[in-house]
């Protein structure tokens, strides 16, 4: 969703979900090249009817200037997560291993702990977090997906 | 501006820049609203709008100040002015409790659709979010229940800002727009050049002009083909001013016609085509028509849960064609198979072109069997009632009503049995007749909405019907109709209780009348008179229609009727939760009242 960049925009997004009863899974937003407008990626749940009806609430609302359903066409999505581990011992050698597999990188290293971020498909970071040996997860920080259109055509005013 | 005119004027823009005043926030917002060509503003003064209102002051007789006293009348005031008028009703109230008390006339407004523009006071920019002195997060609160709303923090942004509520608010499905303005922002001391902007483009808001053309085609020629057709209106179609063209398209193909609460009048009520309304205690035979219809033709109406009963048994048999210029109205409760996003009056229009063009005609065989079949359910006389009661039915009283005033009047309407037998009993021909609050069912609507009916007709007959309960909920403003001459008539259909509520006791609690017996009355032509009005009480069904003349007889008094009604009526035909259309209760028949 292209967004008006104003005070009140977001809360208007998330007033119409928590009113209406619908499930917000995830809601990344930022600015983007053209300052009056912020991107907003929001992820959500329903048989169509429901997503339907999202669409044209979400189109109602005076603030949204643009919006796409990337599940209608194919798209490119990715998350970006921060997962701070135990690393001591053995355990040091097994995590590091598992960041190369997962093409991850080690951005953060003391006598005991890592930070390794990961970038990728949200079932990409769920299969790391799964990987990652009991017991040794302090903190995990996702960044919920966001995403974009394949091919030529982009969402502009 | 001004280095363009260092570079060496340019003549339009040197006599425009001659035109630009020097304004004040306050004033600007003043301004405002007179380019606007706002007569009315319906409001209350506190201190976060202390410069605006001297800033209204000012200018003296431009615009008319209807002080009201609570700032729910200023609201439901402004909105009988939009409903009656179909101009845009302005309200202008203080911050905290000024902005709180103004929502529910706002979330009234929401629900029916009505434009308004709501200017709230705010506390000054720099202490926004300090929990200042009557500080409430206005924007925060209405967000919900607005169609649009602003926080201008900048006086540069003011007139824009305004001008975009009154366009908003008016323009696509109309509804209430809040401008909430720090105090800071109107000091008098600070001044910028001021145009007012006519022309806008909101990128992001645009809203339909026309229906497709393609789908309106498609539409027409369902119609044709339909062997048990029915039309069923909405608000929408009293909002868009599609009386006319409607009438004609209804009359041009003979078809039945039901309305909702909220669209009655659009189509003349007394007229043969009409059914009644429909939906919860709608007529049988247009609830019944509803049931059996193979085509559904709904114009500007939303299926409300209390006009589609159990959305299972809704319209089973029938193709449905829904033209509404909100597309979120489309297949949100019920999937249509012809969905027509545009304004109803144009894609009525429009329908009616296309019908001409076609030549074509329904099937007269069908649509004579469809009708005696409608005529056979009429015969069911569902809304029948005792006649020879000793005491005054409250029936009797709408029609007495009808009566007295040749179903000349604008009503307004509380919320209860007496809106519901308004609606049954009182046939309006013409739209924009019938004003009450059909989404949010607020009591106390009633005689603030009056005032700004009388005051957008005043030349008209408008009265109020209410119940003991409602009444007293904006009592108050017997005060404001004081202070403005305002001719009202208020008909109190007196039950002594919150009838309602009490029917539905009856029906679902085993006659458990929890709290809703009205006790503590006060003596209403006492009050009445001590506002400085005309009270009356009646008793007697005989005394009723030469007490309701007299009353309006009384062109420029306000006259408080208490009409004591028989307390134990109940509202029918009514549709009880869970069911469908053609599950309908009837009225009890005469025997079995006596055994009862
Ligand atoms: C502000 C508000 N509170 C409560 C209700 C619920 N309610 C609906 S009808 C009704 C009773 C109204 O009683 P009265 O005004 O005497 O009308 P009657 O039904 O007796 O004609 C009540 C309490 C409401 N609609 N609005
Ligand atoms: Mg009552």
Redesign the interface.
């Known amino acids: 969703m292209l967004v ?1 960049n104003e ?2 925009a977001l ?2 997004i998330a ?1 119409l979900f928590s ?1 209406r009863g619908y499930n917000i899974e995830s809601l990344t937003v930022a600015a983007t090249d053209e300052a009056s407008l912020s991107r907003m990626t929001l992820v959500t749940s329903g048989n169509d ?1 429901i997503v ?2 999202i669409k ?2 979400l ?2 609302l ?5 919006l796409q359903d990337l599940a209608e066409g194919e798209h490119i999505e990715r998350e970006m997560m921060l997962i701070k581990v135990k690393a001591a011992g053995p355990d040091r050698e097994e995590l590091k291993r598992l960041t190369e597999i997962f093409r991850a990188k080690i951005i953060d290293v003391t006598d005991a702990s890592y930070i390794v971020e990961l970038t990728g498909a949200s079932r990409k970071l769920d299969a790391f977090i799964g990987a990652v040996p009991e017991g040794l997860i302090t903190e995990v920080v996702r960044s919920g997906p966001t995403g974009i259109l394949r091919g030529a055509k982009g969402l502009t ?1 | 501006m001004q280095s363009h005119l260092a570079d060496g004027p340019d003549p339009n823009e040197t006599a425009m820049a001659a035109e630009r005043p020097l304004l004040s926030g306050a004033e600007i917002a003043i301004q405002a609203l007179i380019d606007e060509g706002v007569e009315y503003v319906f409001g209350y003064p506190g201190g976060a709008v202390l410069h605006i209102y001297d800033a209204l002051f000012q200018r003296g007789d431009a615009i008319k100040h209807v002080l009201v006293r609570h700032e729910q009348g200023a609201t439901h005031a402004a909105d009988g002015y939009a409903r009656a008028t179909g101009k845009c009703g302005v309200c202008l109230v203080t911050s905290g409790p000024g902005a709180t008390n103004a929502v529910t006339g706002i979330a009234t407004a929401h629900l029916d659709s009505i434009p308004l523009v709501v200017i709230t006071g705010q506390v000054p920019t720099p202490v926004i979010g300090s929990d200042a002195f009557q500080e409430v997060d206005t924007v925060g609160i209405t967000r919900p229940c607005v169609k649009h709303n602003f926080l201008v923090k900048r006086l540069e942004d003011l007139a824009e800002t305004i001008r975009k509520a009154f366009y908003i608010a008016q323009s696509g499905r109309p509804g209430p727009v809040v401008v909430d303005i720090p105090k800071d922002v109107t000091d008098p001391n600070v001044k910028i050049p001021y145009v007012y902007p006519r022309d806008l483009n909101i990128r992001s808001y645009n809203p339909a002009k026309r229906g497709h053309l393609g789908q309106i085609r498609k539409a027409v020629e369902a119609m044709l083909d339909a062997k048990r057709p029915i039309f069923y209106t909405g608000g929408g179609a009293v909002l868009d001013d599609a009386a006319a063209p409607l009438t004609e398209l209804v009359r041009a193909l003979g078809f039945p016609i039901t309305s909702t609460l909220m669209g009655l009048g659009a189509y003349p009520m007394t007229d043969k085509q009409f059914l009644g309304m429909l939906g919860m205690h709608g007529t049988y035979e247009a609830n019944m028509a509803m049931h059996e219809t193979d085509c559904l033709i709904a114009i500007g109406a939303r299926f409300d849960d209390r006009v589609t009963g159990k959305i299972e048994h809704f319209c089973p048999h029938a193709e449905i064609i829904h033209v509404d210029v909100d597309p979120s109205s489309i297949s949100k409760n019920v999937k249509v198979q012809v969905p027509i996003v545009g304004p109803v009056g144009s894609v009525v229009t429009d329908m009616l072109s296309i019908l001409r063009e076609s030549g074509g005609r329904p099937d007269q065989t069908a649509l004579a069997a469809w009708w005696e079949q409608i005529d056979a359910w009429r015969g069911i006389d569902c809304m029948r009632y005792d006649r020879s009661s000793p005491m005054i039915k409250p029936q009797f009283a709408v029609e007495t009503l009808y009566k007295v005033t040749n179903g000349d009047l604008y009503l307004t309407s509380d919320v209860g049995q007496h809106q519901m037998f308004a609606a049954q009993f009182y046939p309006f021909d013409k739209p924009r007749r019938w004003i009450n609050s059909g989404g949010l069912g607020t009591m106390g609507f009633g005689l603030p909405a009056a005032m700004g009916v009388q005051l957008g007709h005043p030349d008209a007959q408008v009265a109020c019907i209410s119940g003991e309960a409602s009444i007293l909920m904006c009592i108050q403003e017997m005060a404001t109709c004081k202070q403005y001459s305002l001719p009202i008539k208020v008909v109190l259909l007196n039950n002594g209780y919150m009838g309602m509520v009490r029917q539905w006791q009856e029906f679902f609690y085993e006659s458990r009348y929890a709290h809703s017996y009205v006790d503590a009355l006060p003596d209403f032509v006492a009050l009445a008179q001590s506002f400085g009005h005309v009270g009356m009480r009646v008793e007697q069904p005989d005394q009723l229609e030469s007490a309701m003349r007299e009353a309006f007889a009384m062109k420029d008094r306000f006259v408080f009727l208490d009409v004591i009604v028989d307390p134990s009526e109940n509202v029918y035909p009514m549709i009880c939760a869970g069911k469908g259309h053609h599950e309908m209760e009837l009225p009890p028949t005469m025997s079995e009242r006596e055994l009862a």
């Open positions: 008006e005070a009140g809360s208007r007033g009113a009817d339907e009806q044209k609430q189109n109602k005076i603030d949204v200037v643009k005013l």
